[in-house]
């Protein structure tokens, strides 16, 4: 079973508007690797106050995330799901007993406390980081203008 969020032209808006990170003119890979982990710190931290198990990071889903959002931030694809059903069909295929997906998107000058604080305020994005998963991954790019693209894929994995 999948399921797919499709993120409101507003929200895109609002959350490419956030601007209270100053743009810088690079990050490391080791800073984007540092913010991955903080996402997921902040997604599981919100899971416990609602009595939730972790989500355990795995390598092959923060690549397939990390991949779309450096497709994004390189203007391959629009800003959004474009190709969810492959990422998930390749990620199905190589993850035994997965059966549910779900991913949430966001650009802009954003922390990680601040992504996952956008993603809590709005329904579809706080129903996956509620959902019945517990594998994920996250994926982070940042564009020429500074921009950051977030893409964070959820996985259930039965018996996981």
Request: with cysteine.
């Amino acid at each position: 079973m999948k399921r797919m969020l499709l993120i409101g032209v507003a929200a895109m808006l609002w959350l490419s508007c956030r601007t209270n990170v100053p743009a810088q003119n690079s990050h490391t890979a080791n800073d984007l690797e540092s913010m991955q982990l903080a996402i997921n710190n902040e997604v599981n931290t919100y899971r416990a106050t609602r009595h939730l198990k972790p989500l355990r990071l795995m390598p092959q889903i923060t690549d397939e995330a990390t991949t779309h959002s450096l497709n994004m931030a390189m203007g391959k694809v629009r800003f959004g799901h474009g190709g969810f059903d492959k990422r998930v069909a390749r990620l199905m295929k190589t993850i035994s007993n997965a059966n549910a997906s779900a991913e949430n998107v966001a650009y802009g000058q954003l922390s990680a406390k601040e992504v996952v604080k956008e993603w809590i305020k709005s329904p579809g994005h706080r129903t996956n980081i509620e959902g019945n998963y517990n594998l994920t991954g996250v994926g982070i790019a940042r564009a020429r203008n500074g921009n950051l693209y977030f893409t964070q894929i959820f996985i259930n994995q039965r018996g996981g």
